[in-house]
């Protein structure tokens, strides 16, 4: 069972757990997000808001903590192959973070969309 392709399947579940839990647990970034996500869950329930704006909430959330979560491996990845300060580094570090700025961005342009309408009738 442990080496059959269901047995690899749900040890590497474990381990994608394992490193949730680890952002979670261990990065301040993801911590603000995690907090910010349940702070619009409330505002989700408050505003009693269509399940298609349950769908793009849950689609931004997703895709900012997905990739800040990918950013802190890069980040991880890029100290441990070179802990010494290199402009290539430092190059590397602005993508990665650029890329969560771009998700960013979109999930607080979705927050208007949804919330606005409902704050400002
Ligand atoms: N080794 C390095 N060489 C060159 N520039 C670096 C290096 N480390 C960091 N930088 C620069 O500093 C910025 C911040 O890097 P850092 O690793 O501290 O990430 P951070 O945004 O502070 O994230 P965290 O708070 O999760 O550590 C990078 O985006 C990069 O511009």
Same mark, same amino acid.
């Given at each position: 069972?442990?080496?059959?392709?269901?047995?690899?399947?749900?040890?590497?579940?474990? @381990?994608? !757990?394992?490193? #949730? =839990?680890?952002?979670?647990?261990?990065? &301040?970034?993801? $911590?603000? $997000?995690?907090?910010?996500?349940?702070?619009?869950?409330?505002?989700?329930?408050?505003?009693? %808001?269509? +399940?298609?704006? =349950? !769908?793009? $909430? *849950?689609? #931004? %959330?997703?895709?900012? !903590?997905?990739?800040?979560?990918?950013?802190?491996?890069?980040? #991880? !990845?890029?100290?441990?192959?070179?802990?010494?300060?290199?402009?290539?580094?430092?190059? %590397? +570090?602005?993508?990665? /973070?650029? #890329?969560?700025?771009?998700? /960013?961005?979109?999930?607080?342009?979705? /927050?208007?969309? %949804? @919330?606005? &309408? @409902?704050? *400002? &009738?």
């Amino acid at each position: 069972m442990r080496d059959s392709f269901l047995g690899k399947r749900i040890r590497g579940g474990g @381990y994608a !757990m394992k490193g #949730a =839990w680890l952002l979670l647990r261990h990065e &301040p970034s993801v $911590q603000v $997000q995690f907090v910010i996500a349940v702070g619009v869950t409330i505002a989700g329930f408050y505003f009693d %808001i269509s +399940k298609t704006e =349950w !769908m793009f $909430q *849950f689609t #931004a %959330i997703g895709l900012v !903590m997905g990739c800040e979560g990918l950013n802190t491996a890069v980040e #991880a !990845m890029a100290d441990f192959v070179h802990p010494d300060f290199h402009s290539k580094i430092g190059h %590397i +570090k602005d993508v990665a /973070a650029g #890329a969560v700025f771009f998700t /960013a961005v979109i999930a607080v342009i979705i /927050a208007g969309f %949804i @919330y606005l &309408p @409902y704050i *400002f &009738p």
